[in-house]
């Protein structure tokens, strides 16, 4: 069985523009225009835990299992264009999409129809800093993808039982992804919510949720000290 319906890649990019000024909901806004107009900032709604936390308690609670026989090629080819996700199959690959998704103030490199970003501007969410990236191979990794919840993480919690396409949905799944400062992206390695959270705090009521969205997807389990971390921080929204 695939997981449910993606929604589409581009509607997601409020997401990179949340937490920065405190717990906030999912509001509709595209981060890649760098555009806010000119009218002022309506007050940030405060983020609303409840359908998180009944998400939470709908997740199953077990060990972590071994992490035997896992790799990054038991989800697919890295940031693959040849996905079940929607935005897949546009041309471009995961990795620029999310870029694209995420960076203001882009260019491009030429002769790729828009799709390979050279330049922009990230404003991180992780760490409430702003990052320039330049495209380069002593400079690309300032700004890394990370898989909210990674793939270690998921093998070791359900994902072994998921087929192949549905491994590599969720490695390619824009609700999964999450352009971001590269060291920090780096310290959090495979961890779960029970070992490492955002270092800006504003943020982490929409990080846990949407690790809870994606377990939930993909039938993914938590352990008790996941979940009562992720309880936490839910409660504290």
Same mark, same amino acid.
């Given at each position: 069985?695939?997981?449910? %319906?993606?929604? /589409?890649?581009? $509607?997601?990019?409020?997401?990179?523009?949340?937490?920065?000024?405190?717990?906030? $909901?999912?509001? @509709?806004?595209?981060?890649?225009?760098?555009?806010?107009?000119?009218?002022?900032? $309506?007050?940030?709604?405060?983020?609303? !835990?409840? %359908? +998180?936390?009944?998400?939470?308690?709908?997740? +199953?609670?077990?060990? &972590? !299992?071994?992490?035997?026989?896992?790799?990054?090629?038991?989800?697919?080819?890295?940031?693959?264009? @040849? #996905?079940?996700?929607?935005?897949?199959?546009?041309?471009?690959?995961?990795? #620029?999409?999310?870029?694209?998704?995420?960076?203001?103030?882009?260019?491009?490199?030429?002769?790729?129809? *828009?799709?390979? =970003?050279?330049?922009?501007?990230?404003?991180?969410?992780?760490?409430?800093?702003?990052?320039?990236?330049?495209?380069?191979? @002593?400079?690309?990794? !300032?700004?890394?993808?990370?898989? =909210?919840? /990674?793939?270690?993480?998921?093998?070791?919690?359900? +994902?072994?039982?998921?087929? %192949?396409?549905?491994?590599?949905?969720? !490695? #390619?799944?824009? &609700?999964?992804?999450? /352009? =971001? *400062?590269? %060291?920090?992206?780096?310290?959090?390695? @495979?961890? *779960?919510?029970?070992?490492?959270?955002?270092?800006?705090?504003?943020?982490?009521?929409?990080?846990? $949720? &949407?690790? =809870?969205?994606?377990?939930?997807?993909?039938?993914?389990?938590?352990?008790?000290?996941?979940?009562?971390?992720?309880?936490?921080?839910?409660?504290?929204?």
């Amino acid at each position: 069985m695939r997981p449910h %319906p993606r929604t /589409a890649l581009l $509607a997601l990019g409020a997401v990179t523009v949340l937490g920065l000024t405190g717990c906030s $909901a999912i509001v @509709d806004a595209d981060p890649g225009t760098g555009s806010l107009g000119g009218a002022p900032a $309506a007050p940030a709604p405060v983020f609303d !835990a409840g %359908p +998180a936390l009944a998400k939470l308690d709908t997740l +199953a609670v077990k060990g &972590r !299992a071994p992490k035997t026989g896992y790799t990054r090629e038991q989800f697919g080819p890295s940031w693959s264009d @040849d #996905n079940g996700v929607e935005g897949g199959h546009n041309g471009c690959d995961t990795r #620029n999409d999310i870029l694209r998704r995420d960076l203001v103030d882009l260019t491009y490199k030429s002769s790729t129809r *828009d799709c390979v =970003v050279a330049t922009g501007t990230l404003h991180d969410t992780y760490t409430g800093t702003t990052i320039a990236f330049v495209r380069g191979q @002593d400079t690309s990794t !300032a700004v890394q993808i990370d898989h =909210v919840v /990674a793939l270690s993480d998921a093998w070791q919690k359900g +994902a072994q039982q998921l087929s %192949p396409e549905q491994r590599r949905d969720l !490695a #390619n799944d824009p &609700r999964n992804l999450q /352009a =971001v *400062d590269g %060291p920090t992206n780096s310290q959090k390695s @495979d961890s *779960d919510a029970a070992s490492w959270l955002p270092p800006n705090k504003a943020y982490r009521c929409t990080y846990v $949720a &949407r690790q =809870v969205d994606v377990k939930a997807l993909y039938r993914l389990w938590v352990t008790q000290a996941e979940k009562d971390a992720m309880s936490q921080v839910l409660h504290s929204c």
